[in-house]
């Protein structure tokens, strides 16, 4: 076991809170996209069903046969209800807000990331100057945090293990394990 000087140490918990920002702040951009992506899904679903069942619809009132406007009504009825949930929800607006927070959320993830990876480990930069500027990188996530849509734990988890084998993948280095906070 090395034995490091208080400098070093201090240097290694600046690290080590850099790098569970970063992870923090990767975490919510992964689960902020799959958000994206999931209401992004939802509103094509809902609109192409509508789209659908109204041309039905349409197509059982054209078509003038005997007991088909009972079939006509379903399907409009169908439409209206879809219709309906689609404007209550406004799955593509909830998609953009979460994609806008995941790319939010990634730039900074990047910002930290080059932070961790390489400001921290520059010559000539104290341990003063380093919390300065990881204060400034945690205030932005601290807004972030305010500002973005919410996100389910189930979602946070998944984006965490998302996040984790990405880190594992593209071998980005976690901090020694006596210096986590």
Not at 39 to 59: D, T
Not at 96 to 111: P, R, V
């Amino acid at each position: 076991m090395r034995i490091l000087s208080e400098e070093r140490k201090e240097l290694e918990r600046t690290r080590s809170t850099a790098y569970t920002l970063f992870e923090h702040t990767y975490t919510c951009a992964l689960a902020h996209f799959a958000y994206a992506d999931s209401w992004s899904k939802w509103n094509r679903v809902m609109g192409m069903s509508s789209i659908i069942l109204a041309a039905f619809a349409g197509s059982a009132l054209m078509s003038r046969s005997p007991g088909l406007e009972l079939i006509a009504g379903i399907f409009a009825l169908s439409v209206s209800i879809i219709v309906s949930i689609s404007t209550y929800l406004n799955p593509g607006k909830s998609s953009q807000e979460h994609l806008n927070a995941g790319t939010s959320y990634q730039d900074l993830k990047n910002d930290v990331q080059i932070f961790y990876e390489v400001e921290s480990l520059m010559k000539g930069k104290n341990n003063i100057q380093l919390v300065s500027e990881l204060s400034e990188l945690s205030e932005k996530r601290d807004e972030l945090d305010k500002t973005s849509p919410r996100i389910s734990k189930k979602r946070f988890d998944e984006g965490a293990e998302r996040c984790q084998e990405e880190i594992i993948r593209t071998g980005i280095i976690p901090p020694p394990s006596h210096a986590r906070v």
